[in-house]
């Protein structure tokens, strides 16, 4: 089955009303392409104790997507709302609702029912041939992106393609005028001027490679690509569920990681007008001070 975009950009979607209730008692995971639908629950990660904090700071200068020095980093300001294609619509709900968990525990509103997407997943036949005829006729669709940003979403390998498109904006959120002009703030050496507002976010998975996956892995996975703009990099199997469709991967994470959490946690606490920099600081933070937290809660245990 081919997947448009045109279809999907018009609307052709599925909304997740779980995007806005998450009352649901908890449940287990379930296999993405067959199984019943699991019910929303909280997020708990697992898997090894976190690295040091010089691997966790060389880790999120790895995946973090690559932004001048000068700018802030990309996220999201409005409510998120997934849409999706390309499975059964049980599974569909059971990402859609394990990835309202994920913002949630980020730190991001969530749209209500009905909403109109801004994070688009598509389960494809053919990630190729799918980039290859966007590219072709329908250009626009990678937004903000450059052409060299672009030949490199085409030029990569594996069965995962991920971009999201951006606006700048005025550290209040004011858009760029008609004229082109942009009223700002005056200068500072602590903060930017400006912020950098994620309008939406594409994920395009191929179905073959989400065969024995589970609905939990797949929906964070999502969330490390959209919301945080994550690049898989070189990471090893147990550090982030971005190694999950890493092709040297031999046991990836069965969920969000305590540093994936951390991540998406440490993006999201800081102000949306810190340079690059401040903000992966914030997030090794994060990361580290949930890391000390856990290891004196286990010391203190009898």
């Known amino acids: 089955m081919r997947v448009s975009f045109l279809a999907l950009l ?9 995007m806005a209730q998450q009352t649901a008692p908890p449940a287990g995971n379930t296999p993405a392409p067959k199984g019943e639908t699991p019910a929303a629950d909280p997020i708990i990660v697992t898997g090894r104790p976190l ?13 973090t997507p690559a932004n001048p020095a000068g700018d ?7 409510p998120v709302c997934l849409g999706s294609i390309g499975f059964d619509r049980a599974t569909l709900l ?16 969530l749209a209500g029912g009905g ?15 799918e980039i290859d005829q966007l590219v072709k006729r329908k250009w626009w669709i990678f937004g903000d992106r450059t052409p060299s940003e672009i030949r490199r979403i085409v030029h990569e390998r594996g069965p995962v393609r991920a971009w999201s498109n951006s606006e700048i904006r005025s550290r209040d959120g004011d858009r760029i005028n008609n004229d082109g002009t942009l009223r700002i703030a005056s200068a500072s050496r602590i903060v930017a001027p400006i912020r950098k507002d994620t309008l939406a976010a594409i994920v395009l998975i191929e179905r073959s490679a989400a065969v024995g996956k589970t609905t939990h892995q797949l929906a964070d996975y999502v969330a490390m690509r959209a919301l945080a703009g994550a690049r898989p990099g070189q990471t090893s199997d147990t550090d982030t569920i971005l190694a999950l469709f890493a092709a040297n991967a031999t046991q990836a994470p069965g969920e969000l990681t305590a540093f994936d959490l951390g991540y998406l946690r440490g993006l999201y606490a800081g102000p949306a007008n810190a340079f690059a920099r401040s903000t992966q600081a914030q997030i090794v933070r994060t990361i580290v001070k949930a890391k000390d937290a856990k290891a004196i809660g286990a010391a203190a245990k009898p």
């Open 10 to 18: 018009a609307g052709v979607l599925l909304p997740h009303s779980a």
């Open 115 to 129: 909403c109109r997407p801004n994070v688009l997943v598509l389960f494809v036949d053919d990630v190729q041939s």
């Open 94 to 109: 059971a990402i859609g609702d394990r990835f309202a968990a994920d913002a949630e525990q980020a730190g991001l509103q």
């Open 51 to 63: 690295p040091s904090k010089d691997e966790i700071r060389a880790l999120t200068r790895a995946i």
């Open 72 to 78: 802030p980093l990309s996220r999201f300001h409005d």
